[in-house]
């Protein structure tokens, strides 16, 4: 069973900047891709990034200036590099493992995340 591991995450000031990183252990295949959800305080579950194997990456057009993925394939260790925080980026960050571009549950499935609070 695949298991992550993510550490990161905090509180800033606005302007300020965090990085995330998450491990997956036990993935099998090279068909997989791994990015991070986030959970708003209203309880919504929105795309953040993802990034595959191969290195491409999707994400969030509003989020692209000022976040950025990369991954360490070797590891299977996937780093979220977030600048320019502002307070609406507040929300617990969930790691999560996807294929064929289906992400099922990406906020539910694989832990509790990360909070991440900004204040302004």
């Known amino acids: 069973e695949v298991q992550l591991v993510e550490s990161g995450g905090g509180s800033v000031q606005a302007g300020g900047c965090l990085t995330l990183?998450?491990?997956?252990?036990?993935?099998?295949?090279?068909?997989?891709?791994m990015g991070w959800f986030r959970q708003t305080p209203g309880g919504e579950c929105e795309l953040v990034s993802t990034?595959?194997?191969?290195?491409?990456?999707y994400g969030a057009n509003s989020l692209k200036p000022r976040f950025a993925i990369a991954q360490d394939g070797s590891t299977n260790t996937a780093y979220l590099h977030m600048n320019n925080l502002k307070p609406d980026d507040t929300a617990m960050y969930h790691c999560?493992?996807?294929?064929?571009?289906?992400?099922?549950?990406?906020?539910?499935?694989w832990g509790q995340g990360n909070q991440v609070t900004v204040s302004s």
């Open positions: 999560a493992i996807g294929r064929g571009g289906s992400w099922p549950a990406p906020c539910k499935r």
């Open positions: 990183s998450c491990t997956a252990s036990d993935v099998t295949g090279d068909d997989f891709a």
């Open positions: 990034i595959e194997r191969n290195g491409k990456t």
